[in-house]
């Protein structure tokens, strides 16, 4: 299957605008991306979501961003280890999208084609929220670097946790690790990303679903369910 032809587009109105399309057939997998800021549980509801659908009898993949292929885990390694301002900021964003490419064509749009579900930590909506709104970088701009590379592909739901730009913060620090490039950012860009992320979801609530990533983790997975069956028609 092509990169263009899977579920919902980026429309021409703007970065964050998806234009709904008809439902394909049932035997088609679903994507879905589970996105927030740092500290915000992304992994770990991936893999709790995946195993959820798999219980359920529903073929599943998870996967990440930047990475899930070898040539995006190269790049998830050259963007995310070193100096917080080791890129200028539009290089950063073509080798995120560089990934992505690579990402659609060789995982998530074959696996789809297959009948298996796929389930990202983080897709287009991160670049919006860290290059755009975080970095400054023109969502116009962003909006049509995705155009460009992967055409109308969008995920059929987009999971945003939203959690205060400190509690993620404090979360990743307890982790004990020293941080990727994006952690050691200044708390105004974490700031910033938490607000973009608010502005991804109200701009397109037919795509994205909001849920309060602040709570316990059963709590939350709960909610990640409940939105699934209520968009995707599922039971889990």
């Known amino acids: 299957m092509g990169t263009h032809g899977h579920a919902r587009g980026l429309s021409g109105l703007g970065p964050a605008t998806l234009n709904l399309k008809r439902p394909e057939p049932a035997s088609r997998g679903r994507f879905i991306t589970i996105e927030g800021g740092e500290g915000a549980g992304k992994t770990t509801q991936v893999r709790l ?6 219980r359920a009898g529903i073929p599943a993949r998870a996967t990440r961003e930047p990475g899930g292929t070898s040539g995006g885990e ?3 390694r050259i963007l995310l280890e070193g100096d917080s ?16 490419k690579e990402h659609v064509v060789r995982l998530i749009a074959p696996s789809l084609a297959e009948g298996i579900w796929v389930v990202s930590d983080r897709f287009a909506d991160s670049t919006l929220a860290y290059q755009g709104y975080g970095r400054g970088l023109s969502l116009e701009d962003l909006a049509m670097l995705h155009r460009f590379a992967l055409g109308s592909f969008a995920p059929d ?13 404090t979360r990743a620090a307890a982790r004990g690790n ?4 994006f952690e050691r950012l200044d708390r105004a860009f974490h700031e910033r990303l938490c607000q973009g992320f608010r502005k991804i979801a109200a701009d397109d609530i037919a795509r994205c679903a909001l849920v309060d990533g602040s709570r316990d983790q059963p ?6 369910l409940d939105v699934v069956e209520e968009r995707l028609g599922v039971s889990l």
Do not use: N
């Open 85 to 100: 301002e080791k890129w200028d900021m539009i290089s950063e964003a073509l080798l995120l999208l560089a990934a992505r």
């Open 157 to 169: 739901l987009s999971v945003i946790l939203d959690v205060p730009a400190e509690t993620g913060l």
């Open 178 to 181: 020293v941080g990727d490039r």
């Open 74 to 76: 190269a790049i998830r």
């Open 219 to 224: 709590t939350v997975q709960r909610a990640i």
């Open 49 to 54: 979501l995946v195993a959820a659908l798999e």
